[in-house]
């Protein structure tokens, strides 16, 4: 994990929040790199999952609901962690997650923890002029419930017919008391969610399907298989209104830990809105006219840990002897680490590097022409500072699929090498080419 953080701070993928006034425990700020990152992984996400298929639609709905929301979902009464705080230091631990028998895991004292009490997990703000109980609210705890409460406009809207699925994607906010672990647990953090609404007959057919497209998605993002752990949530363990649960765990550095989950809800979200607000929230068959209540498939992906597995997954360190210029003089004879990010290549923040071999004007003149042409369809890069060698290390080590370089033969020959970032061979490819040759790999 070390690691990896040191990469993400040094080369601005993820970085301490207001680190000049000395940071914010937990809070972290995506960087250049890592916003491209994350946002290649939302728009992959959301062309697999919602617009190249004809049963999904999307929204994005407001942070701040109305409250009555999270009390008829029961967030505002239920939604708690166990909470213990050490007597001497005064640390706050989750009771579930310590031995409460042993000493202070911060300051190890043996006076031992106060008794468990519920902490609710809601952020809690208000609305207004005034703090009281009238102006009250939310931040969002999760992304389900404007899926279910939006339900009656979106069907009428969309004219979809069961089986069919809302997705979001957004921002939720959660006052853990202990987050940790990098941007794995944070008090605010990334999900991409739908709701797959179906009839109750078919809720079990529904379940192994989304598994099966979850277990798709984490190869697409490059999770080898021998790193996930798919865990059934036993009966008593599970949500009151769940019949199966399953989390899908990752092998991470600090243990095995969550990493998404896929829920059966059963109708229980749109019964208890339905009884709260008084609105029919049942689903009309056209073709029968029969009225009921959809049975709800919960896929949860968290964008966050999304990230951090996939950096994760393509983080490797290779033994190398030689790296060669385009002009085949070698710029280092001795065996060196070569560190790579072999990021699958949709996902990669840039997809070309452009790199001049020289700084001379004629060179980058054609270099800085050409990055400009690739930059219109492929996020391009463009680097002209140090060696041949430690500009290819430099784009290994953020995961740049390919680099090309413009060399001093392409003034006579109108061709550049094109570099692949995994095996490190090279090509010479004719510039008038280039469009047609990363066409075919990106």
């Not at 939310?138 to 069919?164: C, I």
Request: glycine residues 6%; proline residues 3%; negative net charge.
């Amino acid at each position: 994990m070390e690691t990896i953080v040191n990469l993400c701070k040094s080369r601005g993928f993820v970085f301490a929040g207001s680190e000049i006034y000395g940071g914010m425990a937990n809070s972290w700020d995506y960087g250049p790199l890592g916003v491209e990152l994350k946002r290649n992984i939302m728009n992959a996400w959301w062309q697999r999952f919602v617009t190249s298929r004809g049963d999904m639609v999307g929204i994005d709905a407001a942070v701040i609901m109305n409250p009555k929301v999270w009390e008829a979902s029961g967030h505002v009464d239920g939604f708690t962690d166990p909470l213990v705080e050490c007597k001497k230091c005064h640390e706050r631990f989750r009771a579930d997650q310590i031995d409460v028998a042993k000493s202070c895991t911060r300051c190890g004292a043996k006076d031992g923890f106060t008794d468990p009490k519920n902490f609710n997990l809601l952020f809690k703000t208000f609305i207004g002029s005034t703090e009281d109980s009238a102006s009250v609210a939310y931040l969002r705890g999760e992304l389900a419930q404007a899926m279910f409460v939006d339900l009656p406009q979106v069907l009428m809207t969309s004219r979809k017919r069961v089986p069919f699925g809302i997705a979001q994607q957004g921002k939720c906010f959660r006052n853990e008391i202990t987050p940790g672990n990098f941007i794995f647990r944070t008090r605010e953090f990334n999900l991409m969610e739908f709701e797959y609404f179906v009839r109750e007959s078919e809720w079990e057919t529904w379940f192994e399907y989304w598994l099966e497209e979850m277990k798709s998605w984490l190869d697409f993002c490059g999770v080898k298989c021998e790193h996930l752990v798919f865990h059934e949530i036993e009966d008593g363990e599970r949500a009151h209104y769940s019949k199966r649960t399953v989390d899908i765990e990752y092998l991470y550095p600090f243990g095995q830990k969550e990493l998404y989950g896929l829920a059966y809800r059963g109708d229980y979200d749109l019964k208890r809105h339905a009884e709260h607000s008084g609105a029919d929230l049942r689903y009309t068959d056209p073709k029968t006219n029969e009225k009921y209540l959809p049975h709800v498939i919960e896929p949860t992906f968290g964008i966050d840990r999304t990230v951090l597995v996939t950096l994760l997954e393509a983080y490797t360190e290779e033994e190398v002897s030689t790296v060669r210029s385009t002009s085949g003089q070698v710029e280092e004879s001795e065996t060196d680490k070569r560190v790579v990010l072999k990021l699958p290549k949709a996902l990669a923040p840039f997809k070309v590097a452009v790199l001049p071999l020289s700084k001379k004007d004629e060179l980058s003149s054609i270099a800085g022409s050409l990055s400009g042409r690739l930059r219109k369809r492929w996020a391009t890069d463009y680097d002209e500072t140090q060696s041949i060698g430690k500009r290819y290390r430099r784009q290994d080590e953020i995961g740049t699929p390919y680099c090309v370089t413009v060399d001093f033969d392409t003034l006579e020959d109108h061709a550049v090498t094109v570099r692949d970032r995994d095996t490190m061979a090279q090509e010479r490819i004719a510039i008038d080419e280039l469009e047609a040759y990363f066409n075919e790999r990106l």
